[in-house]
């Protein structure tokens, strides 16, 4: 199992601990480092700043919005950095949900997002493979535009520039049942949001099937320290935020998701008390458990214990959210 380093988007400003993190993460061994983007900061630049600062850990987006980018604007930013970086480039992308996608970017969320997604990655194919101009006669992506508001004047292209890898890595954030099963068909990898080593039955069926060298990469928040519901904390705070604000009391896929894994209950009373405003309330509500099973943090001999548990599993990359060096180094050595 290879270690990631998971730097996540930007808050306020920039974090100035970044390109030193990730620059102790490829001292360390750490295969890749990944950038996020929401509605701030975007994901290439950052990475493009990393890039320049690193030579051989890999670069990921984890994840880069579709609806933030045409697919082609997104294969030029992938091609651009993976010359830029030498090969290094991987590309995470996501659907995003109806409130970002609409709130932020003003764009219809899509009604068949399976058709959607599967046609964003082929256009994004297309131009890394670079075997003809782009053409899809797509229902949400057509290249080229053939619509009648157009001008009919659309002509299909071809990249000026070659892509260094036509088989660049395309992997796909995704939380559904039927999301998964397509991304394992139509993607090099899968990036979970929530992954518990304990509970396999939750993605089983969604992943099998699966073909020789897919990636599964999850994020977990990992921290050691001597306090673990200290430690968990942040990772509660994540949740609050991504259960309870992070979508429609009506829709929201981080709510599902968090009831197929068992805490149903938990979820609609998170959703609850964060859109009454009670956001402290929201996040206490998660249950520790809930967030310790997510997540790495405690001692090193409990952190130890637990990791045997991500490795005896199908994930084959483990991507880190981890404050500081010295959770770094502890893990790479626990991993080696």
């Known amino acids: 199992m290879r270690l990631g380093l998971a730097l996540g988007y930007w808050g306020r400003g920039p974090d100035p601990r970044h390109v030193a993190l990730a620059q102790e993460a490829e001292r360390l061994g750490y295969d890749s480092v990944w950038t996020a983007e929401a509605w701030g900061s975007d994901a290439f630049t950052p990475l493009t700043w990393i890039a320049a600062r690193t030579s051989r850990i890999r670069l990921g987006t984890a994840v880069a919005q579709m609806a933030a980018r045409s697919p ?48 964003y990655v082929e256009v994004v194919r297309q131009v890394l493979r670079r075997e003809g101009p782009v053409e899809l006669a797509g229902r949400f992506h057509a290249h080229p535009y053939r619509s009648a508001d157009g001008t009919g004047l659309g002509k299909a292209l071809k990249p000026i520039t070659h892509p260094l890898r036509a088989d660049l890595p395309v992997l796909l954030g995704a939380e559904g049942p039927k999301n998964i099963a397509q991304t394992t068909r139509i993607a090099d990898g899968w990036l979970p949001l929530y992954w518990s080593p304990t509970r396999p039955e939750v ?60 805490y149903a209950q938990e979820a609609r009373r998170v959703q609850e008390l964060f859109s009454a405003g009670r956001r402290q309330e929201a996040v206490l509500a998660v249950p520790d458990a809930f967030a310790d099973e997510i997540s790495l943090v405690g001692p090193r001999e409990r952190i130890a214990e637990r990791l045997r548990l991500w ?26």
């Open 72 to 119: 082609v604007t997104t294969a030029m930013h992938a091609l651009t950095l993976d010359h830029l970086s030498g090969g290094r480039m991987l590309l995470g992308l996501g659907l995003s949900g109806p409130q970002v996608v609409e709130g932020w970017y003003g764009r219809p969320f899509p009604k068949s997002p399976l058709t959607a997604t599967r046609e």
């Open 203 to 262: 993605y089983e069926a969604s992943l099998s099937g699966l073909r020789e060298g897919f990636t599964i990469a999850p994020m977990a928040r990992a921290e050691v320290c001597d306090d673990v519901a200290e430690g968990l904390l942040p990772v509660k705070a994540m949740l609050g935020f991504y259960i309870g604000g992070m979508g429609h009391a009506a829709r929201n896929f981080h709510a599902d998701l968090m009831a197929r894994m068992g």
């Open 311 to 336: 490795r005896a599993g199908p994930v084959t990359d483990l991507l880190l959210l981890a404050p500081d060096p010295h959770t770094l180094r502890v893990l790479a050595d626990l991993n080696s």
